[in-house]
């Protein structure tokens, strides 16, 4: 869609992967590109949004026309997201967040030549999607629009039902991940659930065709109030 439908709105999106610092040059990370929340950010901007992109740890170079800040870590984009959150009409949560990180890290390198740390203790990281949505929620405010992101390898629609009704967003978007599917690749399959029982299967296509889906159903939902 070339519409500018999204046009006066404010977006945020969050996209790649945290790493959690092990000492200054180790990190616990994770597999994800990417790639699904810089297609949101740039079809967004595309349907005419201001875009702010809260990018951890992706390859891919930034989208034009959008405002990206760049995050190592799961505290980091934490803070990054609640510096924008009160500005923005609809946030879509892309990023694979690591659910933990080491309790604390080393300030010089780990050496071989002590032997090997028996075990790296770790640390819950805040689920920032949760928090987000428990402050609006309990603010008994629709606005922000909130979508939440999770990857299932089985029973997508009963699992995603659960992980919408715990997060507490509007839309979650499922995709239904197994051996070479969703990460890394340029493709994707999901059903968008919504939080009044609305379910959307996305069959398999670029990850630009989801982010529209996304969209689609993110902009009958956003309140008359506009944040820009
Ligand atoms: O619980 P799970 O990690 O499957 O939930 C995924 C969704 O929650 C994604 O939208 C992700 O960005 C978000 N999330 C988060 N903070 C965390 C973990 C997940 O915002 N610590």
């Not at 740890?57 to 980091?76: I, Q, R």
């Not at 010089?108 to 999607?129: C, H, M, Q, R």
């Not at 992980?163 to 070479?180: F, P, Q, W, Y």
């Amino acid at each position: 869609s070339a519409a500018p439908d999204l046009g006066r709105r404010h977006v945020l999106v969050t996209a790649g992967g945290t790493r959690e610092a092990v000492d200054p040059v180790r990190y616990l990370g994770n597999r994800s590109s990417g790639r699904q929340g810089y297609a949101l950010a740039a079809t967004a901007a595309a349907r005419g949004a201001r875009v702010t992109l809260v990018a951890a740890n992706s390859e891919l170079p930034d989208p034009a026309g959008v405002e990206v800040h760049h995050v190592e870590s799961a505290l980091e984009m934490r803070d990054a997201v609640w510096a924008v959150l009160g500005a923005v009409d609809a946030v879509a949560m892309a990023a694979a967040v690591a659910d933990f990180r080491p309790s604390s890290q080393t300030s010089s390198k780990i050496k071989k030549t002590v032997g090997a740390p028996e075990a790296i203790p770790l640390t819950a990281n805040p689920d920032i999607l949760a928090e987000l949505t428990r402050e609006r929620n309990d603010a008994g405010r629709t606005h922000p629009v909130i979508i939440g992101f999770a990857a299932e390898t089985d029973n997508a629609v009963e699992n995603g039902r659960a992980k919408l009704a715990s997060k507490g967003c509007d839309l979650l978007v499922v995709n239904e991940v197994g051996a070479g599917r969703a990460f890394g690749t340029t493709d994707n399959q999901a059903v968008i659930l919504g939080r009044d029982g609305s379910e959307r299967p996305v069959s398999r296509g670029p990850k630009e065709e989801l982010a529209d889906e996304v969209w689609d159903l993110v902009i009958p939902r956003l309140s008359d109030t506009q944040s820009n």
